[in-house]
């Protein structure tokens, strides 16, 4: 992607549905793009200790979905030149990306900026800073800070860790020129277990395999 010197907005999309398949219903574009952007993620590990040991050994356990935290400024004194209502582009923020009574549950959001990777997360919590009002009490400064947490759907989660390990469940889907104990070989290394995942997935015919179908692949027995 080529430069162009263009100024682009950091944009916040609200979803309903978690595989973000749908249409947007909303969008939240920063008044000033925030001067600092901080990811954060963790590491999750066992740290069982034996008996008179002095030491540990760290076996992992997971990734902890990362958190994103933004700074939004709000100016509604019209010194940039563009005159906007403070409350109202506080009320649009809280639309998309909070709690939607159609879904019972607060939206599913993305997070695009530039080059930014598209963060898919939701809103973890948020306060509003009021800086400076009119006599009348209309506020015409604030400050929204913003968390999020990452989230995926299943089905994205696999797609995007893409693990391999033989005693983890796997979904992939089928290619052109896909077989089924290719595919067991990818997975377990071992085409022999074609016929258990056959079973696994109802298949009568697991020769005759559609580029775009689903296969589930279970974990392994230790």
């Not at 403070?86 to 080059?115: A, C, D, M, S």
């Not at 015409?140 to 089905?155: G, H, M, P, V, Y």
Request: charged letters at 25%; proline letters at 5%.
């Amino acid at each position: 992607m080529s430069y162009t010197g263009e100024l682009e907005k950091l944009v916040i999309r609200g979803h309903e549905q978690p595989d973000y398949s749908d249409e947007p219903i909303g969008e939240f574009e920063a008044y000033v793009n925030p001067h600092e952007l901080t990811i954060a993620y963790e590491m999750e590990y066992e740290s069982s200790q034996g008996s008179g040991t002095t030491g540990s050994r760290m076996e992992f356990s997971k990734v902890k979905p990362g958190d994103l935290s933004l700074t939004f400024f709000i100016d509604g004194t019209g010194a940039n030149g563009t005159a906007i209502d403070v409350q109202e582009r506080i009320e649009q923020f809280q639309t998309v990306t909070g709690y939607n009574g159609n879904i019972h549950r607060p939206n599913y959001l993305k997070v695009v900026w530039g080059t930014l990777q598209v963060k898919r997360c939701v809103l973890k919590s948020a306060s509003i800073a009021y800086k400076l009002f009119k006599p009348s009490g209309i506020p015409l400064r604030a400050l929204i800070t913003a968390n999020f947490s990452e989230t995926s759907d299943d089905e994205t989660r696999v797609a995007l860790a893409q693990d391999e390990s033989p005693d983890l469940t796997h979904v992939r889907m089928v290619q052109a020129g896909d077989s089924l104990p290719l595919m067991c070989y990818r997975i377990y290394g071992d085409t022999s277990y074609y016929l258990d995942v056959a079973k696994a997935n109802g298949l009568d015919d697991f020769r005759r395999l559609k580029p775009g179908q689903k296969i589930f692949f279970p974990p392994l027995e230790k």
